[in-house]
Structures are given as structure tokens and as C-alpha cells.
């Protein structure tokens, strides 16, 4: 069992930054690949980024080049650095754990899930 705790989100203006923590607890996350995904109101989820725990990097490509994704495995920590930040970035942010090293673009590879934090970039 792994537990997943967001943090960071809040309100920033267009152009803006905000980085985003994912505390993992329980089983160690070392072993899982971990990933971000998005959800605005009435939206699907989306996609962000992931890592393998392989180090295999993947990254949607509406933020390929702005947000950049990392872990601390000693802190058992997952973050989102999310920089020049637009309207459309605006979201429910979520992170997530998978067991598997493949097909990490999808949110059925993913056990855990985090409860979310909110990004609101305003124009």
C-alpha cells in the first residue's frame, strides 16, 4: 500500500511558476514508476508527465519544454516544476503510482492515486 499526499498548488498568474510536491508513504515508492496527471471541471483526465523507476522519462507535449517532473527517492518525494504557466494549465493536479514500467500515459497503469491539489493560473 502506498499513500500519496499533493502539495504546492494555488493561485498564480500567467507567465508565473509554482512547483508541486507528492509525499509518498507505506510500501517504499523507489520500486514504482510515478506520475501527474490533470483534471479540469468537466474535462477528462489528462496526462502530464511521468518517470519510470527505471528513470525513463515521458512528458505530454502541451507542457514538454514548461514543466519539468523529478524525484527524491530518499524523500520518497515526486515533484512537478511547472514554469511560464498559462490559463489552460488550470487544473486539479494529481499524482500517482504505478507497478508496472510501461504505458505510463495511460491512468489505468496506475494503483495509487493522491487526492489532488488545485492550480489556478489567472490571465
Known amino acids: 500500500q502506498v499513500q500519496l499526499v499533493e502539495s504546492g498548488g494555488g493561485l498564480v498568474q500567467a507567465g508565473g511558476s509554482l512547483r508541486l510536491s507528492c509525499a509518498a508513504s507505506?510500501?517504499?515508492?523507489?520500486?514504482?514508476?510515478m506520475g501527474w496527471f490533470r483534471q479540469a471541471p468537466g474535462k477528462e483526465r489528462e496526462f502530464v508527465a511521468a518517470?519510470?523507476?527505471?528513470?525513463?522519462?515521458y512528458t505530454a507535449d502541451s507542457v514538454k519544454g514548461r514543466f519539468t517532473i523529478s524525484r527524491d527517492n530518499a524523500k520518497q518525494t515526486l515533484y512537478l516544476q511547472m514554469n511560464s504557466l498559462k490559463p489552460e494549465d488550470t487544473a486539479v493536479y494529481l499524482c500517482?503510482?504505478?507497478?508496472?514500467?510501461?504505458?505510463?500515459?495511460?491512468?489505468?497503469?496506475?494503483?495509487?492515486w493522491g487526492q489532488g491539489t488545485q492550480v489556478t493560473v489567472s490571465s
Open positions: 507505506g510500501r517504499t515508492s523507489s520500486g514504482y514508476s
Open positions: 518517470l519510470n523507476w527505471s528513470g525513463g522519462l
Open positions: 500517482a503510482a504505478a507497478s508496472v514500467n510501461f504505458g505510463l500515459r495511460n491512468q489505468d497503469a496506475y494503483r495509487y
